[in-house]
Each structure stands twice: as structure tokens, then as C-alpha cells.
């Protein structure tokens, strides 16, 4: 399985992001960089992570949204273990 590595967790300029961050996949030989993940909250107040992904419109008040990259449940469940873990560290540590 790859290693999984945030690199950086911080603010984001979007609304309703709670935080931004860029994750390193790698392996011995080789690495993948993975931006734009979000860290977002739904109403019951539990956290989760969003990979990224981009809009497309369908007509006036139709969007979808589609993956950027996908990845194995397990890689997902990986990652997203990863950036909470990284993003409770930012936030308790006074996130400016």
C-alpha cells in the first residue's frame, strides 16, 4: 500500500471549508502529490474529507460535481484518517 503524508493543512479561501490541505501517495520509487483537499462539516457537526474534484453545469441551477482523482476505498480510508488526524493538530494548535 502507498504511504500516505499530509504535507500542508491550512485555511481555505472557500466558504464553508473548515481547512485545505496537500497530501504526498507514495511508494519507494515514486510519489503523487494530491491537492485541493477539503475538510468539511455537515450539519450534525462531523468532519469529513473531500478529494478533489470540479464542477460542471448543467443549466441554471444544475451542477455536478465530478472526481479529479479516485482512489481505492482503502487509499481513501487512509487519507482521510490522515488529514483529520493533521487537521486536529492545525485547529488545536490556535489555526490562524
Known sequence: ML???VKSIGPS???NVLAQAVAVLSDQD???NVSDIRV???RQGQKWVALPSHAISKGANDI???PTVELS???TR???TRVLEAFEQWSAG???
Open 3 to 5: 504511504k500516505v503524508e
Open 13 to 15: 479561501h472557500r466558504a
Open 30 to 32: 515514486s510519489s503523487i
Open 40 to 42: 468539511l462539516q455537515n
Open 64 to 66: 455536478s460535481y465530478v
Open 73 to 75: 476505498t482503502s487509499l
Open 78 to 80: 487512509e487519507l482521510t
Open 94 to 96: 490556535g489555526r490562524q
